[in-house]
């Protein structure tokens, strides 16, 4: 282990998060932010007689890099699955998800996903 840190030291901010000083300062930075970004609802409707659905919503949010989007909450009454479609694109701000239904839904139904996007603006 080296304990040579060029002049750098830890610490904690003001709120308590834990940070590094550079050389010389007082200022506490807090280590990465793990924020997110957005955080919103995106709904998908199951039309009856259709196994596969999709949805989108805008985030407002352009050129995030590193894009990581959390699922926090589904309101399903119908069974699914995921099928691999679940975007971010930085360039609208836009993110589409796609499910696909185990068996042929009877009904109409909205789903709701809550979403958290996190990333680097």
């Known amino acids: 282990l ?4 060029g002049g ?7 709120d308590g998060k834990p940070g590094y000083r550079k050389p010389g300062a007082d200022t ?3 280590f990465s932010n793990f924020e997110p970004i957005w955080s919103g609802q995106l709904n ?11 949805g989108s919503v805008n985030t407002n ?6 894009a990581v989007i959390e699922i926090t909450y589904i309101s399903a009454s119908d069974n699914f699955v ?16 796609g499910i696909t239904s185990i068996g042929t839904p ?3 139904r909205t789903i709701s996903f809550k979403l ?3 990333g680097n603006k």
């Open 28 to 30: 506490v930075i807090p």
């Open 44 to 54: 998908i409707t199951s039309k009856a007689g259709n196994k596969n659905h999709s």
């Open 8 to 14: 750098y030291s830890f610490g904690e901010t003001a």
């Open 82 to 97: 995921f099928n691999n479609n679940l975007n971010y694109n930085p360039n609208s701000g836009v993110i589409t998800m």
């Open 2 to 5: 080296n304990n040579n840190l």
């Open 61 to 66: 949010c352009l050129g995030i890099a590193n």
């Open 116 to 118: 958290n996007l996190y």
């Open 106 to 108: 009877s009904s109409t």
